[in-house]
């Protein structure tokens, strides 16, 4: 199983940016699909996720209308588009993948930093870093 993220780089605040995490080794219908990013020194925190299957998505509040998430099947990948991006955006962008949905929906919808709760997530890929600068 593989999980590529790309797309990451420098930007101005208030510019955009267009993530990209091409999926191999899984059967991507049964499977939920987030964002999750780190900042220097700071936990791990919930982005964006989406359901392979329905479509169905989630942001966490501070991204709301800024960020879309959205899949190709056909091609196995999922985007994260950002718009409007804010100093507080910067961090390394990780794509990560499970069967049971409620672990990423969790860490998206509740906001939490909780370490706990991103261990047991299972598929993580290697980030990419985002780095929002004047």
């Known amino acids: 199983v593989q999980l590529q993220a790309s797309g990451g780089g420098l930007v101005q605040p208030g510019g955009s940016l267009r993530l990209s995490c091409t999926i191999s080794g899984l059967p991507l219908d049964d499977y939920t699909v987030a964002w999750i990013r780190q900042a220097p020194g700071k936990e791990r925190e919930g982005v964006s996720c989406?359901?392979?299957?329905?479509?169905?998505?989630h942001h966490r509040d501070s991204v709301e209308g800024r960020f879309t998430i959205s899949k190709d099947n056909a091609k196995k990948t999922v985007y994260l588009q950002m718009y409007s991006l804010k100093p507080e955006d910067t961090g390394v962008y990780y794509c990560?993948?499970?069967?049971?949905?409620?672990?990423?929906?969790?860490?998206?919808?509740?906001?939490?930093?909780?370490?706990?709760?991103?261990?047991?997530?299972?598929?993580w890929g290697k980030g990419t870093q985002v780095t929002v600068s004047s």
């Open positions: 989406i359901s392979m299957n329905t479509g169905t998505t």
């Open positions: 990560a993948a499970d069967a049971l949905s409620y672990k990423l929906i969790h860490v998206v919808v509740v906001d939490t930093t909780t370490p706990i709760m991103y261990s047991g997530i299972t598929y």
